[in-house]
């Protein structure tokens, strides 16, 4: 459609000399522009070198978190718990900080979905012969409205998403964390044990020897007593190795090298708590961060088929062109146009290719909640069956075998009693020493399993009722340990 204005045109010679000067400040402009993105190609390879450890450099610098503040750096030492080395860790991780990167990068679509496109500037020669004329046209092209917000509200559901996997990884990488400060504590205090049970065993062989300078017992009571101590020997060293692997575990978790040095813990104390089956699903389906990236995605895809429902319709194209007319009035047209979506195929497959991603993200989200509902429950009963095996150790178990290693100690010296059977009670009591040191470690892991299950949520909902340590489990830890009070003289 051309229309020609009804006010006197600009003389040729000055709008030809106005229009070629911007469109060369247009061109000047762009080539004034950054280096683009293949311009490193073109560089020297030293500079592109010195680029690119500036770039790895800047990777490898661990972001601030909202857990650790910009430039905290987390001492570590004998009362770091667990919670000290999650945040370290979601500190210090690449995978984290890469999917930072991500998110960050995702978040500049955004502006780019919405954005219109570029005006099209066109110069065209006319065909008459020996003319030096041109016609010259400026061109926008815009959407069907509601196009450009689907496409921002689809960039902004990945946007989204990608929060989501940000926070799934947070959390995932502080609950790997949690365990292998556990494991690291089962294998110290494993080797804490050992040792005192050495030291309860060396009392037992000096009582053997003893009784066998004053003729009250054989050669091979001193023999077995000396073959149960090479045995805790190996034991230390088995436990040694165990201490050494946890440390590298943990290491690789904090981003630092496998044989930077990891303090022993001190001792802690078991967290007893009673909860709930239905508040703490209701906690997973709510806060799980899997699930909300899943329902993100499942929002993008409905925007995907509002977009190509939209598709079909035509965009209208808007310009302007100018003719500059020798001795005559320049000459003006104002354009409209559109497109003819006349390949409807292509609509079609794109609806049903949109439809197919609702339904899949649907069914993914589906089965996820399952996963996330079985993780919790199966960490919920691990809880519960660790706390039960601590509780019954603390206050049944150990007590009656320390009595009977007491008993069989003092039977043994007075000659009533045979050194198979208090070595037989010495190394069950050392089993079940460190079968409580598992249950205790077991208890911090399914605490880290539980709680990652949940999306980090924490404290944990606890009914009215619930308790916490039982006060005679409290008064027992307030005791001298077994092996002080076994410290007698042969």
Same mark, same amino acid.
């Given at each position: 459609?051309?229309?020609?204005?009804?006010?006197?045109?600009?003389?040729?010679?000055?709008?030809?000399?106005?229009?070629?000067?911007?469109?060369?400040?247009?061109?000047?402009?762009?080539?004034?522009?950054?280096?683009?993105?293949?311009?490193?190609?073109?560089?020297?390879?030293?500079?592109?070198?010195?680029?690119?450890?500036?770039?790895?450099?800047?990777?490898?610098?661990?972001?601030?978190?909202?857990?650790?503040?910009?430039?905290?750096?987390?001492?570590?030492?004998?009362?770091?718990?667990?919670?000290?080395?999650?945040?370290?860790?979601?500190?210090?991780?690449?995978?984290?900080?890469?999917?930072?990167?991500?998110?960050?990068?995702?978040?500049?679509?955004?502006?780019?979905?919405?954005?219109?496109?570029?005006?099209?500037?066109?110069?065209?020669?006319?065909?008459?012969?020996?003319?030096?004329?041109?016609?010259?046209?400026?061109?926008?092209?815009?959407?069907?409205?509601?196009?450009?917000?689907?496409?921002?509200?689809?960039?902004?559901?990945?946007?989204?998403?990608?929060?989501?996997?940000?926070?799934?990884?947070?959390?995932?990488?502080?609950?790997?964390?949690?365990?292998?400060?556990?494991?690291?504590?089962?294998?110290?205090?494993?080797?804490?044990?050992?040792?005192?049970?050495?030291?309860?065993?060396?009392?037992?062989?000096?009582?053997?020897?003893?009784?066998?300078?004053?003729?009250?017992?054989?050669?091979?009571?001193?023999?077995?007593?000396?073959?149960?101590?090479?045995?805790?020997?190996?034991?230390?060293?088995?436990?040694?190795?165990?201490?050494?692997?946890?440390?590298?575990?943990?290491?690789?978790?904090?981003?630092?090298?496998?044989?930077?040095?990891?303090?022993?813990?001190?001792?802690?104390?078991?967290?007893?708590?009673?909860?709930?089956?239905?508040?703490?699903?209701?906690?997973?389906?709510?806060?799980?961060?899997?699930?909300?990236?899943?329902?993100?995605?499942?929002? *993008?895809?409905?925007?995907?088929?509002?977009?190509?429902?939209?598709?079909?319709?035509?965009?209208?194209?808007?310009?302007?062109?100018?003719?500059?007319?020798?001795?005559?009035?320049?000459?003006?047209?104002?354009?409209?146009?559109?497109?003819?979506?006349?390949?409807?195929?292509?609509?079609?497959?794109?609806?049903?290719?949109?439809?197919?991603?609702?339904?899949?993200?649907?069914?993914?989200?589906?089965?996820?909640?399952?996963?996330?509902?079985?993780?919790?429950?199966?960490?919920?009963?691990?809880?519960?069956?660790?706390?039960?095996?601590?509780?019954?150790?603390?206050?049944?178990?150990?007590?009656?075998?320390?009595?009977?290693?007491?008993?069989?100690?003092?039977?043994?010296? *007075?000659?009533?009693?045979?050194?198979?059977?208090?070595?037989?009670?010495?190394?069950?009591?050392?089993?079940?020493?460190?079968?409580?040191?598992?249950?205790?470690?077991?208890?911090?892991?399914?605490?880290?399993?539980?709680?990652?299950?949940?999306?980090?949520?924490?404290?944990?909902?606890?009914?009215?009722?619930?308790?916490?340590?039982?006060?005679?489990?409290?008064?027992?830890?307030?005791?001298?340990?077994?092996?002080?009070?076994?410290?007698?003289?042969?």
């Amino acid at each position: 459609m051309n229309v020609t204005p009804a006010t006197p045109g600009v003389r040729s010679g000055v709008a030809w000399r106005a229009i070629v000067l911007a469109a060369a400040a247009m061109i000047g402009t762009g080539c004034a522009s950054p280096p683009g993105p293949f311009d490193a190609w073109l560089d020297e390879p030293t500079a592109r070198d010195a680029r690119d450890a500036d770039l790895r450099a800047q990777a490898a610098q661990p972001a601030a978190t909202a857990d650790a503040g910009e430039g905290e750096a987390l001492a570590l030492g004998p009362e770091s718990g667990p919670e000290d080395y999650a945040r370290l860790a979601v500190q210090r991780s690449p995978t984290v900080r890469a999917a930072r990167y991500r998110l960050a990068g995702l978040s500049q679509r955004i502006p780019q979905e919405t954005s219109l496109d570029d005006p099209m500037f066109r110069v065209m020669r006319l065909g008459r012969t020996g003319s030096t004329e041109a016609e010259l046209e400026l061109s926008q092209r815009f959407p069907w409205p509601g196009k450009l917000d689907a496409q921002g509200a689809v960039a902004q559901q990945e946007v989204a998403a990608a929060a989501a996997e940000l926070e799934r990884i947070k959390q995932q990488t502080a609950a790997a964390a949690r365990r292998a400060f556990w494991q690291l504590y089962l294998a110290d205090r494993s080797i804490e044990q050992t040792q005192q049970s050495l030291r309860v065993l060396e009392q037992i062989r000096d009582i053997a020897q003893a009784r066998l300078r004053a003729g009250a017992a054989g050669q091979a009571d001193a023999l077995r007593a000396g073959v149960e101590l090479s045995e805790v020997d190996r034991r230390l060293t088995a436990l040694q190795q165990q201490r050494d692997t946890a440390a590298a575990l943990l290491n690789r978790l904090l981003d630092r090298s496998a044989d930077a040095p990891i303090p022993t813990p001190a001792p802690l104390e078991p967290t007893f708590v009673e909860l709930e089956q239905d508040a703490i699903l209701t906690l997973a389906a709510q806060h799980h961060p899997s699930l909300q990236a899943l329902r993100e995605q499942v929002a *993008a895809h409905r925007q995907r088929l509002r977009l190509a429902r939209l598709s079909p319709i035509p965009d209208l194209e808007l310009g302007v062109s100018y003719e500059p007319m020798d001795g005559e009035e320049d000459e003006w047209w104002f354009n409209v146009g559109f497109n003819l979506p006349i390949w409807t195929r292509r609509y079609e497959a794109e609806q049903r290719q949109a439809r197919a991603g609702v339904l899949e993200s649907l069914a993914q989200l589906t089965d996820q909640q399952r996963q996330v509902f079985f993780e919790a429950q199966s960490a919920l009963l691990a809880l519960q069956s660790q706390q039960e095996q601590v509780r019954m150790l603390r206050e049944q178990i150990l007590p009656q075998a320390r009595q009977a290693l007491e008993a069989g100690l003092a039977g043994y010296r *007075a000659g009533s009693a045979d050194l198979l059977d208090v070595l037989d009670d010495w190394q069950r009591l050392l089993a079940l020493e460190l079968i409580h040191q598992e249950s205790v470690s077991g208890l911090g892991i399914a605490l880290a399993d539980l709680r990652e299950a949940v999306g980090g949520q924490w404290p944990l909902p606890t009914p009215p009722e619930a308790t916490s340590e039982p006060a005679a489990t409290q008064e027992a830890s307030l005791q001298p340990s077994w092996a002080q009070r076994l410290e007698v003289q042969p």
